[in-house]
């Protein structure tokens, strides 16, 4: 009736929230008729600021982690050493990594369908959907978190863009 509704699932992705709506039940047709976006997210640790210094890669680690050598040249890769700051921790405080599926006409039809979420997060990822772990690399190469953290809390796939 027009009402705007926000709800959490526990769910591994943005795409995989579709599936899970329907195994609670709730028909396909209704869930490709109502939603409109779905949000995943996850929180990483952030490297204390104070003891921060910076690091760098093994080309086989870049390779693994899915970072091309020529962003891997611009990135700022940091570790925290400990400090009193952050307890000897070598972080402090969290920020989310984030993944944001806009449901397009296309991604709508393959919902109806009962599409596998296999499919719609591919299509997903081609028109744009930024995956928890591209993002989690991202705040990598710019010196927020570290590999170890995004590898905790998201899953690279081949499909994962990585770009800053």
């Not at 609670?24 to 921060?52: D, E, F, H, T, W």
């Not at 891997?72 to 070598?90: I, L, T, W």
């Not at 405080?93 to 009962?114: A, P």
């Not at 028109?127 to 998201?154: P, W």
């Amino acid at each position: 009736t027009g009402h705007l509704v926000f709800s959490t699932l526990h769910t591994n992705d943005a795409p995989s929230a579709v599936t899970r709506m329907v195994d609670m039940g709730v028909p396909s047709y209704l869930v490709a008729s109502s939603v409109i976006a779905v949000l995943a997210q996850r929180l990483v640790r952030v490297v204390c600021n104070r003891c921060k210094t910076k690091v760098s890669l093994s080309e086989s680690v870049l390779h693994d982690a899915g970072i091309p050598p020529e962003l891997a040249e611009q990135a700022n890769f940091v570790k925290g050493r400990g400090c009193g700051y952050c307890q000897k921790k070598g972080y402090r405080g969290r920020i989310g990594i984030y993944e944001l599926m806009l449901v397009s006409n296309k991604i709508r039809e393959m919902m109806f369908e009962g599409r596998p979420t296999q499919e719609i997060r591919t299509l997903a990822i081609q028109q744009g959907m930024t995956t928890l772990y591209s993002d989690g690399i991202a705040k990598v190469m710019n010196g927020v978190t570290t590999l170890e953290e995004v590898y905790r809390v998201a899953k690279r796939t081949e499909q994962d863009v990585i770009s800053v």
